[in-house]
């Protein structure tokens, strides 16, 4: 036996499994309104009242289920934003901005590219985009009953 | 009535990018058999054990099973052996679930163990990406940095903190890393180095966001009667607690507040009898993975009041030699191995408490604070560690 450290091997590993998910009740409904009828649908808790996007079948809050449908606006407010510029292994191609848009008639906001905007150049993009600006959704023509169905929200 | 319970022992690993020396189990046994060392006990005196990761980050599932031998007693002499994994507090909740072993009077003396290599992962965002809500939001490339960065550009509008406020806070972790041999980046790091490093996800730079670690961490928990015997000064916990928010990123659009980490700490607070934090704790181990986010957790855990984190970076009020020293390790900043960090937050505390941080020991402290955060921002974990039992 030799006490000399030696050069350690490496094993290769990987993770490629398969997986499907359903998207449930009331995100089947969202996402057809969205391809079918360019309407984004939240759901109303009948007890806290809050109009929630995306909709979800109970309230967390109150712990109630839930069953009325509201047609809230493709227009709204950004709450808070990022610019990405980094490249992650089998994320999207940077660069990109991520918000959350408050959609008027809603009380919660809904995770949404950012777009229309120059953000090559991040001092632009800087006074481009801002906490509280108007935004006005993309829609795409040929939808497929996703949540990219609406491409981003540009700014109103 | 909950038992009093005491860390008698700690035991931490060299960290980096990539432990290419060590075999997986052979990284955890570098803790467990520390630990155990520190405390003076032997696997046979081990009650239970309770062990910490989160699985896709290792590329292994189920990790506690290749490191069944390595948490002394749980494999060959069949100990009671838990796993938790609660995203970035996998390690606070691994600390709080031994002291609840002990302290329901089940168990006198319980081993805590976590443990993470992301350096064996190879894109640690896409792994982040798999906790997201997959239905609506995980196509968007969401994972923790851009999260982290929402909460930036929420704190830098409401409150006019500033790209160079956080450069500073990267800046004094990375000093204090400095003293702390296990800590994973250990390198002098300038204002002006933190500004120029690359921009990943506006307003965060490379410099304000943690590495990708592999490490691990083992402490050892017992009963009053048992740590008076085992430890000179132990660690006793004064209070703990664990606070959960909602699920979808967007339901909580408030990101320049962290709203749930302020009702833990008053939660926690007024189970330990603390009025003053900025007073009563003499160092603080923060989950700080982002610059931002220390800032954020100053004004939640009432060290300031909101808006004013930035004000504490400035004045160096958290520096070693401030009022409030945070993270004399270096932080989640100069070290994420991520299911082990939450417990190293813990580990820290207590070495602060037992007086044997060595080179980053912080002068004459008596009572240390120990947090965590993970679920990409939802969760978090407190315990509060004292010379005095409570």
Not at chain 2, 99 to 126: I, M, P
Not at chain 2, 140 to 169: K, N, P, R, W
Not at chain 2, 185 to 204: E, H, N
Request: negative net charge.
């Amino acid at each position: 036996m030799t006490s000399q450290q030696e050069e350690p091997l490496t094993i290769e590993g990987r993770w490629d499994i398969p997986y499907r998910h359903t998207a449930g009740q009331a995100a089947s409904r969202f996402f057809r309104e969205l391809r079918e009828n360019k309407r984004i649908m939240g759901v109303r808790c009948p007890s806290c009242r809050r109009v929630l996007v995306p909709p979800r079948g109970f309230c967390e809050r109150c712990f109630v289920p839930i069953d009325e449908w509201v047609e809230v606006q493709d227009s709204g407010t950004l709450s808070t934003f990022t610019i990405v510029y980094a490249q992650f292994t089998s994320l999207p191609p940077p660069p990109y901005c991520i918000g959350l848009v408050k959609l008027d008639g809603a009380d919660t906001a809904l995770m949404h590219y950012v777009g229309g905007v120059d953000l090559e150049d991040l001092e632009a993009a800087k006074k481009a985009l801002s906490v509280g600006m108007r935004l006005q959704a993309v829609w795409r023509d040929e939808r497929e009953g996703k949540i990219s169905d609406i491409e981003y929200f540009r700014p109103a | 009535m909950p038992r009093r319970v005491a860390i008698v022992g700690v035991g931490l690993t060299r960290c980096s990018s990539w432990r290419r020396d060590v075999l997986y189990p052979e990284l955890v046994y570098e803790a467990t058999s520390a630990a155990l060392q520190d405390a003076g006990v032997t696997p046979n005196d081990v009650d239970a054990v309770v062990y910490g990761s989160m699985d896709p980050f290792d590329g292994v599932n189920a990790p506690e099973k290749w490191n069944v031998d390595a948490c002394a007693a749980a494999g060959m002499l069949s100990k009671p052996y838990l796993k938790i994994s609660t995203g970035g507090t996998t390690g606070g909740s691994t600390a709080l679930a031994a002291y609840y072993h002990v302290a329901s009077g089940l168990h006198d003396v319980v081993l805590a163990v976590a443990s993470q290599r992301v350096g064996e992962n190879l894109e640690a965002q896409l792994v982040l990406n798999t906790a997201v809500d997959p239905v609506y939001e995980r196509g968007f490339g969401v994972g923790a940095i851009t999260v982290a960065a929402i909460q930036a550009c929420s704190h830098m509008h409401a409150y006019g903190t500033t790209e160079e406020d956080i450069a500073l806070v990267s800046v004094r972790n990375h000093a204090n890393a400095l003293n702390n041999p296990y800590a994973h980046l250990r390198v002098k790091f300038s204002v002006q180095d933190a500004l120029a490093s690359a921009m990943l996800s506006w307003p965060l730079r490379l410099s304000d966001c943690c590495p990708s670690s592999d490490g691990a961490c083992a402490i050892v928990f017992a009963s009053e009667e048992r740590a008076r015997k085992l430890a000179q000064q132990p660690a006793w916990i004064r209070g703990a607690g664990q606070i959960t928010d909602n699920y979808f990123t967007g339901d909580r659009p408030w990101y320049e507040d962290w709203d749930s980490l302020a009702m833990l700490a008053r939660r926690v607070y007024r189970l330990a009898k603390i009025d003053d934090p900025m007073r009563e704790f003499d160092v603080a181990e923060l989950y700080n993975a982002f610059t931002i986010q220390e800032i954020l957790e100053y004004e939640a855990l009432g060290f300031c009041e909101k808006g004013k984190g930035a004000e504490l970076v400035r004045q160096g009020v958290t520096a070693m030699d401030g009022r409030l020293p945070v993270c004399p390790s270096g932080g989640v900043l100069s070290n994420n191995p991520i299911g082990a960090s939450g417990l190293i937050r813990v580990a820290e505390a207590a070495l602060q408490v037992m007086g044997k941080a060595d080179q980053r020991q912080v002068p004459d402290v008596k009572t240390a604070l120990a947090h965590s955060w993970g679920a990409t921002i939802g969760f978090h974990t407190l315990m509060i560690l004292d010379q005095k039992a409570p």
